[in-house]
């Protein structure tokens, strides 16, 4: 069924909530988001100390004054947001616990992975699958994505926790099923594996926060290496030994620091899908309005255009500055090229990369764009974003 996105409708159990906690800020009762408090629940949960460097704690504690000051989060969202940061912050405890229990962990080798980085709406979800279909391959799964790593003595329930999870999700997010479907047991992008480094741009879902944006972007080569070396560790302990497969990977998010990423994965083949950004924006601002709609009664469709379109092209810019330093690990391939001739474009992909094309991998992409699944139905106008299509494509012009 086509999904616009419109005010969500409250369940009743979250109104209650919301306006529970209302109250109890009128009274001077509200308990904001505190990152040592954050940091001390994680370390309580898991019976661990060790997070393996404390420079992600900087990044925690700027997204965390950035969304009590600048996200307007209602009551359930702050309760919710603060279970993901503890969430993120138990996650490196627990990988760095396997690092510590395990010195081969680290010695694992990560090698060629393929990171598909271009922004959002341009097709990347659907690259990375059909990727995904090479025997040599090998996809991140939503459950991994959710729990990277097993603390002490810890039973393996990850994947009943993350259908949970789905599931909540799901319910209290109104139109993300069709904005963006997720299988607990299916591929998924690696956005929650680079949320554990707090060096995330896809932090901008959970709410407005442009300070913490701004910090991002401006964040020294030093940092953004350390948080590749950390986001590198999540994959070897999640390849296990014996690894003989390249990752596929994917998120937008990497577009912010693509130059951390190619320094820690000097080999990975980075690939940027693109699109005409009059066709990108409407749905890059309609994810957006979704996802923010969880943690804030206060969103205004009409403000959300100009600001993610400084994001995009701020993307595209760090993609570029990329590109240039290290031509042959970043490429681009046109949305429409891609859906006209999927086969073709993943096997000159391929060529470029000097990647094994097999014809078993090559059968199976056939097989798949003999009858490609419908996509989904996400209706979004330009004009309901504060947008106006010739105004879009001008600015794009402009900027490129």
């Known amino acids: 069924m086509p999904y616009q996105y419109e005010k969500p409708k409250r369940r009743l159990g979250v109104r209650i909530f919301n306006s529970l906690g209302r109250s109890l800020r009128r009274i001077g009762l ?7 408090e954050i940091l001390a629940k994680a370390r309580r949960k898991t019976k661990l100390e060790d997070w393996g460097g404390d420079d992600f704690i900087e990044g925690l504690r700027v997204f965390v004054a950035s969304l009590e000051s600048e996200a307007r989060l209602n009551p359930f969202g702050r309760r919710i947001l603060r279970l993901l940061l503890v ?8 990988v760095q616990y396997q690092l510590t229990a395990d010195p081969t962990v680290a010695e694992r080798l990560v090698s060629r992975p393929i990171f598909v980085v271009g922004l959002p709406r341009t097709g990347t979800t659907l690259l990375a699958r059909l990727l995904a279909m090479d025997p040599a391959a090998r ?7 959710f729990a990277p790593a097993l603390g002490p003595g810890q039973k393996d329930r990850r994947p009943l926790r993350a259908k949970l999870i789905v599931w909540g999700i799901n319910r209290l997010t109104p ?25 995330c741009g896809a932090f901008t879902l959970f709410g407005r926060v442009p300070s913490y944006f701004e910090w991002l972007l401006n964040t020294t080569a030093e940092h953004q290496r350390s948080a590749y070396q950390f986001y590198r560790s999540q994959l070897q302990v999640l390849q296990g030994s ?3 497969k390249h990752w596929v990977v994917k998120s937008p998010a990497h577009s912010a620091t693509l130059g951390g990423l190619l320094e820690v994965f000097p080999d990975a083949c980075v690939i ?10 409407p749905s890059a601002c309609s994810l957006v309005a979704v996802s923010r709609s969880t943690f ?24 570029d500055y990329a590109r240039q330093a290290a031509p042959d690990a970043v490429m681009d391939l046109a949305f429409e090229d891609f859906l006209a001739d999927p086969v073709g ?10 990647l094994n094309f097999t014809p078993h991998f090559e059968s199976r992409l056939t097989a798949w764009a003999s009858a490609p699944p419908p996509p989904p139905k996400h209706v979004y106008e330009a004009g309901r974003f504060g947008l106006e299509e010739p105004a879009v494509r001008r600015k794009h012009s402009r900027d490129s």
């Open 296 to 319: 804030s009664d206060e969103i205004r469709p009409e403000d959300l255009g100009g600001e993610i379109q400084e994001q995009l092209i701020t993307y595209d810019r760090t993609i």
């Open 272 to 281: 940027r899908t693109t699109r005409p950004e009059e066709k990108v924006l």
């Open 87 to 94: 969430l993120f912050v138990m996650n490196r405890l627990k």
């Open 175 to 199: 139109g993300i099923e069709t904005v963006h479907p997720l299988d607990a047991m299916g591929d998924e992008e690696d956005t929650w594996l680079l949320a554990n480094t707090m060096l």
């Open 242 to 244: 014996g690894f003989r």
């Open 345 to 354: 474009s993943v096997r000159h992909l391929y060529t470029h990369f000097g």
């Open 30 to 36: 509200t308990r904001p988001l505190d990152a040592d």
């Open 139 to 145: 996809p991140l799964l939503t459950w991994e994505t």
